[in-house]
């Protein structure tokens, strides 16, 4: 309820800014769901027990989707309630398969619903309801579409107030770090680092002795950073990049290496060329990692890296632009010879990669508040617009919840388990939640009345004419993939709750005491 209390004010059209007061930092204003869950914390340790399960539920689908991270607390919130009422009776695992059964039903509605945004006009709906600014949307949307199918988006400070966008060569991979210790947003997940050098190998890196001599020398170099692209990552190795990330003596970024076999040593020669560096293979008869200097390693004016994916930011000197080229047309003559199909394909997308670089959107503001605000609402909306293009859009406000309560009616009819039944039970009463609750925020009387006739139409509210419409006509759209995460990551939340039946913690010093010591390790 505290959780459910405090973020869901931010929710829809009419919701409001919170306010975060860190302490001795400029406040933040943001109507993000997920940045504001993460600052709600109680002070009682058991109620905050419950606040980290939804509060995981929200982070999770802000990573996957990037949006409707509010929502998923709304669905969290009605399905946990739901569940205290269950019959002292009922069987847990019964409950859970019904859950599951009715999860199953609403993503199956929720694909049928869905439908395909990729012209620019399409993508804009999208991004407005995200963003809740056409003019900013249409800016954002083309941005998006300008990076190229294989490029990414990068976000700065700017010198300019509101948005800017600038293209910068770059590349992106299908691989994000290897360990969070490396974080450095822990709002997004990311791990983000400015004018760091790079190493790239194609080995495993099992003992820290691997690094130790490059480490040194970058430090001689008053250098306390490093990014690394290898094979994998194991044992003492990752341990010693634990360590000095969580003691702040050594910044590093561990990579997996994408893709495999051929294409992936291609990668590889791909990034130490765009980058300057020098790739140190196990394979060759070359450098070894253990004979690598200072000089053998790459430079990126910026590395943004994520659970899934890392973007490098290599800028547009004139240099590097050359070094891109001049790999392009290797790759191309390359793929001019060649005659497999599958390899073909896969030089098409390693010189896309390369030949779409990076979009950088610059935000700035007034004041701080004013910046980090815009800053929120810009991510939000070009995640909203990466979601879009992956799974599509479907109608906004909460009709698509409210178009699943049918089929997920007509299952609660078919089952014969009375504990499936109820598992099913509690999913459906909170499909209208979201609904109801974007009313209540706006302050819409007979809220009931209207999400009644709303669910029998399948439409949703029209706060400007104050009228029940066709969201889809009306290009009030959501990213599919944002409201189906947000339901999933709901009910995976919900059955973590319902199966809980005792609650352990600590007391308050030996807690403090505790987080002292994760500090120091």
């Known amino acids: ?64 989707a990037g949006d409707a991270t509010t929502s998923v607390l709304v669905l969290a919130r009605e399905m946990c309630k739901s569940s205290l009422s269950l019959p002292e009776t009922a069987s847990v695992i019964g409950v859970r398969r019904g859950m599951e059964k009715a999860l199953t039903v609403c993503l199956k509605k929720i694909k049928e619903l869905s439908f395909p945004a990729k012209t620019k006009e399409e993508l804009e709906k999208v991004a407005a309801i995200s963003c809740q600014d056409q003019a900013l949307a249409q800016t954002l949307t083309d941005a998006f579409l300008g990076t190229g199918e294989h490029g990414a988006i990068d976000f700065q400070r700017g010198d300019k107030i509101g948005v800017e966008v600038e293209k910068a060569d770059g590349m992106s991979l299908d691989k994000g770090w290897s360990t969070s210790s490396c974080i450095t947003d822990s709002r997004n997940g990311i791990a983000e680092l400015v004018d760091v050098p790079i190493l790239i190998t194609d080995r495993n890196i099992r003992s820290q002795y ?93 590395v943004i890296a994520s659970p899934q994916k890392t973007i490098l930011v290599l800028g547009n000197s004139i240099e590097t632009k050359k070094r891109i080229s001049d790999r392009v047309d290797d790759i191309h003559a390359q793929w001019e010879k060649e ?74 009819q078919s089952l014969e388990n009375s504990d499936e039944r109820l598992g099913v039970e509690i999913v459906l009463s909170a499909l209208p939640a979201v609904s109801l609750r974007v009313l209540e925020v706006a302050g819409v009387r007979e809220k009931e009345l209207l999400v009644a006739e709303m669910r029998k139409k399948g439409y949703g509210y029209d706060f400007k004419t104050g009228q029940i419409a066709d969201m889809k006509e009306l290009g009030i759209w959501d990213a599919s993939k944002a409201v189906r995460c947000a339901l999933e990551y709901a009910v995976s939340a919900s059955i973590n709750f319902m199966t809980l039946g005792v609650s352990i913690t600590c007391e308050e010093t030996i807690r403090d005491k505790l987080q002292k010591l994760k500090e120091v390790m």
């Open 210 to 302: 691997l690094l130790i001599p490059i480490v040194e020398q970058i430090i001689q170099h008053r250098m306390k950073k490093l990014v690394i692209i290898a094979e994998n990552f194991e044992g003492d190795g990752m341990g010693a990049i634990n360590a000095n990330n969580r003691q702040g003596n050594f910044h590093i970024i561990p990579i997996k290496a994408p893709s495999y076999g051929v294409n992936r040593i291609g990668i590889f020669k791909d990034i130490a060329e765009a980058t300057g560096a020098t790739f140190l293979s196990q394979e060759s008869e070359g450098l070894k990692l253990e004979q690598a200097k200072f000089e053998h390693l790459g430079r990126v004016d910026k």
């Open 339 to 412: 005659l497999n199909i599958i390899t073909k394909k896969d030089l098409e997308e390693r010189m896309a990669n390369l030949a779409d670089g990076i979009t950088t959107i610059k935000i700035e503001g007034r004041t701080q508040q004013e910046y980090r605000e815009l800053k929120f609402r810009v991510e939000d909306a070009v995640r909203a617009l990466f979601a879009a293009r992956d799974e599509g859009a479907i109608a906004g406000c909460g009709s698509a919840y409210l178009s699943c309560i049918e089929s997920v009616s007509q299952l609660v």
């Open 1 to 64: 309820e505290l959780m459910y209390d405090t973020v869901t004010r931010t929710l829809g059209p009419s919701g409001q800014n919170a306010i975060i007061d860190r302490g001795g930092q400029v406040a933040d204003l943001t109507k993000d769901g997920v940045t504001v869950a993460e600052e709600v914390i109680s002070p009682d340790p058991f109620v905050e027990q419950g606040c980290r399960i939804v509060r995981e539920a929200s982070q999770k689908t802000n990573l996957e």
